[in-house]
């Protein structure tokens, strides 16, 4: 049996978002996206981060500052705290959401209104407003 999903969903990280950072699966909403983002973040999967990054964003991104944070950063738990959006039938989503991380040491809280959009079908991440 597979160990517990990052992304606390309560689901086994085989039957979660495993497929999804191996390629094996499109996340179906935003909120999925997010979650499996987060799994990324916590199993340092820079590749996937970029993949799943917005073609406007994704020239934006600094692959080894992505790598450095992903390296130093402990991603604790995650909390959906609410969606406008972002199902199977739309093109656009918002997920909001705050993380207990560990960066360097110190416990932080991240709060996140996280922007999706649709792109050739596939879930994209666009950018986020934080606290």
Same mark, same amino acid.
């Given at each position: 049996m597979s160990r517990l999903c990052p992304c606390e969903s309560k689901r086994t990280y085989d039957r979660c978002c495993e497929?999804? &950072? &191996?390629? +094996?699966?499109?996340?179906? #909403? @935003?909120? %999925?996206l997010m979650r499996s983002r987060f799994s990324a973040y916590a199993m @340092? +999967?820079?590749?996937? &981060?970029v993949a799943? #990054?917005?073609?406007?964003? !994704? @020239? %934006?991104?600094? !692959?080894?500052?992505?790598? +450095?944070y992903c390296r130093a950063v402990k991603c604790i738990s995650l909390r959906? &705290?609410? #969606?406008?959006?972002g199902g199977k039938d739309d093109d656009t989503g918002v997920v909001v959401f705050h993380a207990k991380l560990l960066i360097n040491g110190k416990r932080m809280l991240? !709060?996140? +209104?996280? !922007?999706?959009v649709r792109e050739d079908g596939k879930w994209a991440y666009v950018d986020g407003e934080t606290n």
């Open positions: 497929p999804y &950072l &191996l390629g +094996r699966a499109l996340p179906e #909403t @935003a909120e %999925k @340092a +999967r820079a590749d996937y &981060l799943t #990054t917005s073609q406007a964003e !994704r @020239a %934006k991104v600094d !692959r080894e500052e992505l790598e +450095r959906i &705290l609410g #969606t406008e959006l991240h !709060r996140e +209104r996280s !922007r999706f």
